[in-house]
Every structure is written in structure tokens, then in C-alpha cells.
């Protein structure tokens, strides 16, 4: 963050030469953890963000966009999701959704870096709502390459809320091949995977390389994307399957799903679903 003319700005690098900037009206919290630069900010236009080695990761008025769009596409593709894995999602956002869906019995959280937990579990109450102290819920703080090398557990769904691949290093080991097999090793027969996978836009390079990676272990694989405002990009997200197909959900099954477990949403519904499967991959026609 910088002083502009008076004003704190929050900006975040857009692309490698496009940054977006956002008025700050306070910050919260500011701190720098043993991997990362961690700052708590409230925002002019999108109330408290949590911003991570400078690049927001979430705010109050759009995180519902993004987390909904992450968790329950997956959750709704398989039938029956007792047991949950989250990698990332130190807000505990992503969290709050999977412990909606009322099949869930255990819900595990692996994040590397304590100190964000714990900054959110103070300051963003209105992400997580309490979903830390669900006793459904477990946390683990570990790196997810070593938890996912070293369990025994297998999960009906796996969800990677993760920091852009090519945002920092701690994330990059977490878009690999072999990190794919040792999650497609983890998943029970019926198992789904999903991945936030940056841009496709700006970063199309490291967006194709995860792609690919993923079309390598997983015999479903299917792209989407949603515009995330304080993003100021579509944000892409890849969802994979072993054996359940995406696109023979109709709308009205998504609802009833929903609907049966017990889950209420602001953003996403069976029209958003079949509306954001079935939207382009937006790709920089002009490389």
C-alpha cells in the first residue's frame, strides 16, 4: 500500500504491467508471518479485505462471489459429500460454505500459515461466521504438499482455495502433476476436486500449465469462471471428477440439492450454475 495525495491506496498487480487501486478507509491489521505479508484493510468501496503479499484475496462485499463459486459447484456435482478437505482459505470463508451443505459430518481445513487464521478469526467475523469453532470442522496447520503426501484420509471433496499460482512460492508446489495424483489419491471412487487457478487472461501460461496438469490425472475435467469486482478480473476455477459429470446437472437438480441440505446462498443457484459451465474461457487474443 502507498500515500497518494493524502489518501491510503491498496493496489495489486491486475497482470505483470496492469495494477488496480482501491481507496483505503482504515487498516485493521498489518503484519508480516513467517511466509507472507498479511494486512487486514477496510476498503472504500468493498468493506474489510483480507490482502495477502499485497493481492486481495477477500472482501466483505464480493467474497460470496467467489466462495460460492468455489465450494458449491463442487459439492453440488457429488452426491453424497460427508467428508470435505480445504487447502488454503485461511478466512474461513470457503470453510463457512462446505459446512452448509448438512451431509457434511467433517470438514478439515489445512493452512500453512497460522497468523492469517488467526488475524481472520478476530477481524473477519462476518467471512467466517464462527465456522472455526464448528465442531464439524478441524484445523491443521501444515503445508497441504506434506498433509496430502503423508494422510491416510480419503475426502469425497477436495477444494484448493489457494493464492494465485503465480502469486507466491508457497502456492506454486500446489499447481504441479504429481500434487494432482496425490490428490486424485485422496479422493474416495465418486471424488471431486476443484481449484481457484488465477487468471486466464493476464496469465494464460501458468493458467494452461495447471489445465493441463489436472487433464493429465483426472478423467472429467471441466473450466469456469466468475468475475470477482474487487479482482478486477474473472477469477478461473477448475473443477475435476472421477467419475460424476458437470454438465448432466440440469438447473432444477443443483436447486433441489440445495435446497434438500439445507443451504442458502446470495450468489449462486442452479441457473448460476449452468449459466457460469457454460460461459468462454477468457484468454488475451492478442498473444
Given at each position: 500500500?502507498?500515500?497518494?495525495?493524502?489518501?491510503?491506496?491498496?493496489?495489486?498487480?491486475?497482470?505483470?504491467?496492469?495494477?488496480?487501486?482501491?481507496?483505503?478507509?482504515?487498516?485493521?491489521?498489518?503484519?508480516?508471518?513467517?511466509?507472507?505479508?498479511?494486512?487486514?484493510?477496510?476498503?472504500?468501496?468493498?468493506?474489510?479485505?483480507?490482502?495477502?503479499?499485497?493481492?486481495?484475496?477477500?472482501?466483505?462485499?464480493?467474497?460470496?462471489?467467489?466462495?460460492?463459486?468455489?465450494?458449491?459447484?463442487?459439492m453440488t456435482l457429488h452426491?453424497?459429500?460427508?467428508?470435505?478437505?480445504?487447502?488454503?482459505?485461511?478466512?474461513?470463508?470457503?470453510?463457512?460454505?462446505?459446512?452448509?451443505?448438512?451431509?457434511?459430518?467433517?470438514?478439515?481445513?489445512?493452512?500453512?500459515?497460522?497468523?492469517?487464521?488467526?488475524?481472520?478469526?478476530?477481524?473477519?467475523?462476518?467471512?467466517?461466521?464462527?465456522?472455526?469453532?464448528?465442531?464439524?470442522?478441524?484445523?491443521?496447520?501444515?503445508?497441504?504438499?506434506?498433509?496430502?503426501?503423508?494422510?491416510?484420509?480419503?475426502?469425497?471433496?477436495?477444494?484448493?482455495?489457494?493464492?494465485?499460482?503465480?502469486?507466491?512460492?508457497?502456492?506454486?508446489?500446489?499447481?504441479?502433476?504429481?500434487?494432482?495424483?496425490?490428490?486424485?489419491?485422496?479422493?474416495?471412487?465418486?471424488?471431486?476436486?476443484?481449484?481457484?487457478a488465477g487468471n486466464s487472461?493476464?496469465?494464460?501460461?501458468?493458467?494452461?500449465?495447471?489445465?493441463?496438469?489436472?487433464?493429465?490425472?483426472?478423467?472429467?475435467?471441466?473450466?469456469?469462471?466468475?468475475?470477482?469486482?474487487?479482482?478486477?478480473?474473472?477469477?478461473?476455477?477448475?473443477?475435476?471428477?472421477?467419475?460424476?459429470?458437470?454438465?448432466?446437472?440440469?438447473?432444477?437438480?443443483?436447486?433441489?440439492?440445495?435446497?434438500?441440505?439445507?443451504?442458502?446462498?446470495?450468489?449462486?443457484?442452479?441457473?448460476?450454475?449452468?449459466?457460469?459451465?457454460?460461459?468462454?474461457?477468457?484468454?488475451?487474443?492478442?498473444?
Amino acid at each position: 500500500m502507498f500515500k497518494e495525495l493524502g489518501s491510503l491506496l491498496a493496489y495489486q498487480h491486475m497482470s505483470r504491467t496492469s495494477i488496480m487501486m482501491a481507496k483505503v478507509k482504515r487498516v485493521i491489521a498489518s503484519k508480516k508471518s513467517k511466509y507472507q505479508r498479511i494486512e487486514i484493510v477496510e476498503l472504500e468501496e468493498f468493506g474489510k479485505a483480507l490482502i495477502l503479499d499485497g493481492l486481495i484475496q477477500s472482501t466483505e462485499a464480493d467474497e460470496a462471489y467467489y466462495h460460492e463459486s468455489l465450494v458449491h459447484p463442487a459439492m453440488t456435482l457429488h452426491p453424497n459429500p460427508k467428508k470435505v478437505l480445504i487447502i488454503g482459505g485461511g478466512e474461513g470463508a470457503t470453510l463457512k460454505e462446505v459446512l452448509k451443505h448438512n451431509t457434511v459430518e467433517k470438514a478439515v481445513m489445512v493452512d500453512i500459515d497460522e497468523e492469517v487464521i488467526e488475524m481472520c478469526k478476530k477481524h473477519l467475523t462476518t467471512m467466517h461466521q464462527g465456522s472455526f469453532n464448528n465442531p464439524k470442522a478441524k484445523i491443521i496447520i501444515t503445508d497441504g504438499l506434506k498433509y496430502i503426501a503423508e494422510t491416510n484420509e480419503t475426502y469425497n471433496v477436495i477444494i484448493l482455495d489457494l493464492t494465485d499460482p503465480y502469486a507466491s512460492r508457497i502456492a506454486q508446489k500446489l499447481y504441479t502433476q504429481e500434487f494432482y495424483r496425490n490428490i486424485y489419491s485422496k479422493l474416495t471412487e465418486d471424488g471431486v476436486m476443484v481449484t481457484q487457478a488465477g487468471n486466464s487472461f493476464f496469465y494464460h501460461e501458468e493458467y494452461s500449465q495447471a489445465l493441463k496438469s489436472i487433464k493429465t490425472v483426472f478423467p472429467i475435467v471441466l473450466e469456469y469462471n466468475v468475475w470477482i469486482p474487487s479482482f478486477a478480473y474473472a477469477c478461473n476455477f477448475i473443477l475435476a471428477s472421477k467419475q460424476n459429470y458437470p454438465t448432466e446437472i440440469p438447473a432444477e437438480e443443483v436447486d433441489r440439492r440445495l435446497n434438500k441440505r439445507g443451504v442458502k446462498t446470495k450468489f449462486f443457484n442452479g441457473k448460476t450454475y449452468t449459466a457460469i459451465i457454460n460461459m468462454p474461457i477468457y484468454v488475451n487474443l492478442k498473444a
